[in-house]
């Protein structure tokens, strides 16, 4: 098991924003590609964005482009999402998610996070 520990989540109101950031331990890390992926009450899955090893790329879902932003410092062992302009169809609960070498939707990768809660009221 890779630890993953999600932290940042909360309640905020449309048009406000959060940082959530994910702490990996354990392992190398900087091997790993990082994603968040989330999960409203009662739907499946959703990946939301990826940062592939070494930061050479980000991928993000259609609804939150331009409005969220992952990043990550492999010096920290960390990996950040950046939500901006959140809006009420954002509230879910997100995971941070790690795949050793190979990138693709987070909501598959092969490790992840307990998840933090992100509420966003209108």
Known sequence: QVPLVESG???VQAGGSLRLSCVASGYS???YCMGW???AAGKGREGVATIYTGAI???YTDSVKG???ISRDNA???VYLQMNSLKPEDTAIYYCASNPYVCG???GFKYSG???QVTVSS
């Open 9 to 11: 989540g909360g309640s």
């Open 29 to 31: 890390y900087r091997n």
């Open 37 to 39: 992926f989330r999960q």
């Open 57 to 59: 790329g980000t991928y």
């Open 67 to 69: 409005r969220f932003t």
């Open 76 to 78: 920290k062992a960390t």
């Open 105 to 107: 939707n987070p909501a």
């Open 114 to 116: 307990q998840g933090t």
